[in-house]
């Protein structure tokens, strides 16, 4: 009995081993199937990490397939969480294997231009007829211009803007935002809904620790700054950085804002999606998702970012298609990259609704993608926006920004005291970096 | 030349016949997949791992051999003490704490009991669960406003707090968790083991007049110490590499963030979030040298109190 059940095991055991391994053997026939059967067709890879974006991604490769009869373009999916995109992509281009086109983003951008991973597009998009300087916004530009060559296609941005619940408001009697709010309107306001008594675990916004979104909008449009041109030393003892940083603190203070604890272990968007919140900034690109939240699709809306010390303040950043440069077919390669920056297949883009496109004619398409709701604050000043400083050392110096700021959004210790320290930790981060 | 040819080609034929080649390479064969995987998955990249401690490695593992440069940096690093600090805070309280539960589960459900099999099964479930998913819940469990922990002291009259942003309790939370986790497993072991203690030094123990807590202490402990040893190396080796409950736990806004970082974190960080894999791979080698040290320590003085006979 015994022995013909360790028979069985060893059997079955087997038999899974034989699976994997034909599987295994399969697959690979399947691509050389494809490779052999499309005879000429020349095959380049893609690489992108959004799942929401895939079937917009899959529309432009189908329309560009439709073009090009003898380019057959494969996507290759690979999730953003916990930096697996990066981590294969690194591994991969130092195989020699990275998709031939990828996106990329501008915390990459210098590093993946030094490890020379990217292809300059300079002559490519000189020669084509993408007129970038007429169609791109030059903030969007900028982000993947080094030494004045060209290492990406700007494929999308993303800014900010003010997100209200109006059933919060219509409870408490209270007026909705609108665009031409100031930061002082917003301070009074939130006060307003805390003084009509809102239900116990709600507050009128959040000032959660979040460069992007909150605290560098306001410090840019202050006039205070984060990195300078050189990119050798960082501008947190500016007074006018901090004022910019403190106006979220003193919304903490007033307890117009849950303390930062809570929204540690709440995020405030979890917190605005289950109806705790009044208001809350969020980029563009959370739109999708607060959209497919039944608990509150229907009661939101946004209004732009309010103005503060007489400015429209925002920060863009946003997304390129770069070229990888060990690629074995750089012309289709090139020639697909430069395609995605064209108005038809930023258009695509757009009307997928998930992103900005960053192409200047086909900005409009996203607000179009929800009438229903002020999708234009996210456009409206775009122009104006200020670009996310970034440098090679970006991950290390938001992980310290964080650490410290931490200390002064908690108020244990005072702003002036943290960012002292703050600037000391950053412009050694940044010797490190220069060396 | 030839002479030598010859002689070597005698003592190959007279030391294997045909038919222990045969076996030579049958056994070959059998321990391949575990030698390739060895090699490939462990030895090649532990030497790798090596000489990029000695390199400034960037992102496309483009090396620069930069000597003791990692060393001499990472001995001046506050970060690293720190993150020693919290690691060995963490090892010193859960493998203890987590070794005396599981010898009192284990001790519980070798009881004749009704369906022990069933309770075996529920502190088995943690080791078998995805850490990612287990971290998760309890870090829901912890949430301030809307916490079921909370919730529970609150039913008691107790104020209930941020339990992981708090500097002070933030990595006590996570070991809790950690040692619910490991419980079941070392319990099956520790099980295990208590299952081949023969039954009769019990009977004569009994018979002698030795009540149930004499004959725990006296018999169970001393005759489970071998594999009580083996329990407490694998759980000190885990405790020092613990990484995923922290890292699901507790984010970087946490006020907790510096009082929870551990080595592996560190070195996490270092070779993933800043492209420094030189770096990285020197508090890898770190890592690794306080490991072996304290396990080659554990060897030396089983010989004080692990019992063979």
């Known amino acids: 009995m015994k022995k013909s059940i360790k028979r069985l095991a060893t059997l079955g055991l087997l038999a899974i081993m034989g699976a994997t391994f034909l599987t295994a053997c399969g697959k690979k026939e399947e691509n050389k199937d494809g490779g052999t059967a499309t005879g000429k067709k020349t095959t380049i890879t893609f690489g992108i990490w959004d799942e929401k974006q895939r079937p917009t991604m899959e529309n432009l490769v189908s329309a560009y397939e439709a073009k090009n009869n003898n380019v057959n373009v ?12 990066w981590t294969k992509l690194e591994a991969s281009a130092t195989g020699g294997t990275a998709p031939d086109v990828f996106w990329l983003n501008t915390l990459h951008a210098e590093s993946y231009k030094d490890g020379g991973i990217l292809l300059d597009l300079t002559d490519s998009i ?6 970038l300087e007429d169609n791109y916004p030059k903030a969007l530009i900028s982000m993947y211009q080094f030494d004045g060559k060209m290492y990406a296609i700007p494929k999308d941005f993303d800014t900010n803007a003010l997100w209200y619940n109006k ?3 219509d409870k408490a009697g209270v007026a909705y935002p609108t665009d031409d709010w100031t930061w002082d309107d917003l301070v009074a306001t939130a006060k307003k809904l805390k003084d009509a008594g809102l239900d116990a675990g709600t507050y009128p916004i959040a000032a959660p620790l979040d ?4 605290y560098y909008p306001t410090i840019y449009a202050n006039g205070g700054w984060i990195l300078n041109d050189d990119k050798t030393e960082t501008g947190y003892e500016d007074p006018k950085t901090q004022e910019g940083i403190q106006i979220w603190i003193d919304l903490i203070n007033a307890g117009l804002s849950p303390d930062l604890a809570t929204m540690t272990d709440t995020s405030a968007d979890a917190m605005f999606e289950g109806g705790k919140l009044a208001m809350v900034f969020a980029g563009s690109y959370m739109t999708p998702e607060y959209m497919s939240n039944d608990a509150i699709n229907k009661n939101v809306n946004l209004v732009e970012f309010p103005e503060f010390n007489g400015i429209e303040p925002n920060i863009i950043n946003g997304l390129g298609y770069a070229v990888y440069s060990g690629s074995k077919n750089k012309e289709a390669a090139v020639d697909f990259a430069l395609w995605l920056g064209s108005e038809e297949a930023m258009k695509i883009q757009g009307e997928g609704g998930a992103v900005i496109s960053a192409r200047n004619d086909a900005q409009q398409y996203f607000a179009a993608t929800n009438p229903d709701l002020n999708l234009a604050a996210y456009t409206n000043h775009s122009d104006i926006a200020f670009p996310l400083p970034v440098c090679k050392s970006s991950a290390e110096l938001y992980d310290l920004e964080a650490n410290q700021l931490k200390w002064a959004y908690s108020g244990e210790k005072t702003l002036a005291d943290t960012c002292k320290e703050l600037k000391a930790g950053a412009d050694e981060i940044l010797n490190k970096m220069n060396k | 030349m030839g002479d030598m040819t010859k002689s070597n080609v005698k003592t190959v034929k007279r030391k294997a016949t045909r038919r222990e080649k045969k076996e030579w390479v049958a056994a070959y064969i059998f321990i391949a997949p575990l030698v390739i995987g060895l090699l ?5 990249p532990f030497i790798q791992n090596f000489w990029f401690s000695f390199n400034d490695v960037n992102r496309f593992n483009i090396t620069t051999f930069t000597g003791l440069e ?35 589960i284990a001790t519980l459900l070798n009881t004749k009991i009704r369906g022990t099999s069933i309770y075996r099964t529920i502190y088995f479930l943690p080791s078998v669960t995805m850490s990612v998913a287990i971290a998760l819940v309890w870090k829901w469990i912890y949430n301030g406003e809307f916490g079921i922990l909370n919730s529970i002291l609150g039913f008691f009259g107790i104020e209930g707090q941020n339990w992981l942003s708090n500097p002070k309790t933030a990595l006590y939370m996570v070991m809790i968790v950690g040692i619910w986790m490991t419980v079941g497993y070392n319990m099956i072991i520790l099980l295990a083991g208590m299952q081949g203690i023969s039954r009769s030094y019990y ?16 018999i169970t402990i001393p005759m489970l110490t071998p594999t009580i040893f083996f329990v407490m190396i694998t759980s000190i080796i885990s405790g020092f590499q613990v990484f995923d409950t922290i890292y699901m736990m507790i984010p970087k806004t946490s006020l907790a963030y510096e009082s929870t970082q551990t080595l592996v974190m560190m070195f996490y960080r270092y070779a993933f979030d800043y492209g420094q894999k030189g770096y990285a791979a020197a508090i890898a080698i770190f890592i ?12 030396i003085m089983q010989k004080k109190w692990v019992n063979y006979d």
């Open chain 2, 40 to 44: 490939v998955f462990y030895i090649y």
């Open chain 1, 211 to 214: 460069f992007q979104t909150d």
């Open chain 2, 288 to 299: 690794f040298a306080i490991i072996m040290l304290v396990t080659i320590f554990q060897f």
């Open chain 2, 203 to 218: 009977e004569a123990a009994a018979i002698d007049g030795a009540g149930p807590f004499k004959r725990f202490f006296s």
């Open chain 1, 74 to 85: 494969e996507i290759q999916l690979t999730p953003y969480k916990g930096g697996e995109y």
């Open chain 1, 126 to 131: 000189a020669k084509s007829d993408l007129k």
């Open chain 2, 70 to 104: 990692n060393y001499k940096n990472l001995i001046k690093d506050k970060e690293l003490f720190q993150t020693l600090g919290n690691t060995l805070k963490y090892v010193v309280i859960t493998v203890p704490v987590g070794l005396a539960l599981s010898i009192l």
């Open chain 1, 167 to 169: 059933a919060i408001f």
